[in-house]
């Protein structure tokens, strides 16, 4: 059974910065897809940054440059490293993963695991 748990949300002014973590236990596919997603209030889930098994990633265009994925693989988090943040990055943010075929990309699969979610709030 795969669990995400993420870590790390909070509130901080525009401009500052935030990392969230997940920890991941039970996936045990030789290839996978993590990543972040978001969901403002009244608005539908996003999805904000992606990473597999090799390290490839791939972002959004609203935060391209801005954040940062990566993983611990001996530690087994996924990381979302978020500078110079905006009111509009204000969301609940989900990690999420899933195994997958080597031919499958991360930005264009349908994720089967999912964390409680982690809220940011960003103020001006």
């Known amino acids: 059974q795969v669990q995400l748990v993420e870590s790390g949300g909070g509130s901080v002014q525009a401009g500052g910065s935030l990392r969230l973590s997940c920890a991941a236990s039970?996936?045990?596919?030789?290839?996978?897809?993590m990543g972040w997603f978001r969901q403002a209030p009244g608005k539908e889930r996003e999805g904000v940054a992606t990473i597999d098994s090799a390290g490839t990633t791939s972002y959004a265009d609203s935060v391209k440059g801005r954040f940062t994925i990566s993983q611990d693989n001996a530690k087994s988090t996924l990381y979302l490293q978020m500078n110079s943040l905006e009111p509009e990055d204000t969301a609940m943010y989900y990690c999420?993963?899933?195994?997958?075929?080597?031919?499958?990309?991360?930005?264009?699969?349908?994720?089967?695991?999912w964390g409680q979610g982690t809220q940011v709030t960003v103020s001006s």
């Open positions: 999420a993963a899933s195994g997958v075929s080597w031919w499958e990309l991360c930005d264009r699969i349908a994720f089967g695991y």
């Open positions: 039970g996936l045990t596919s030789r290839r996978y897809c």
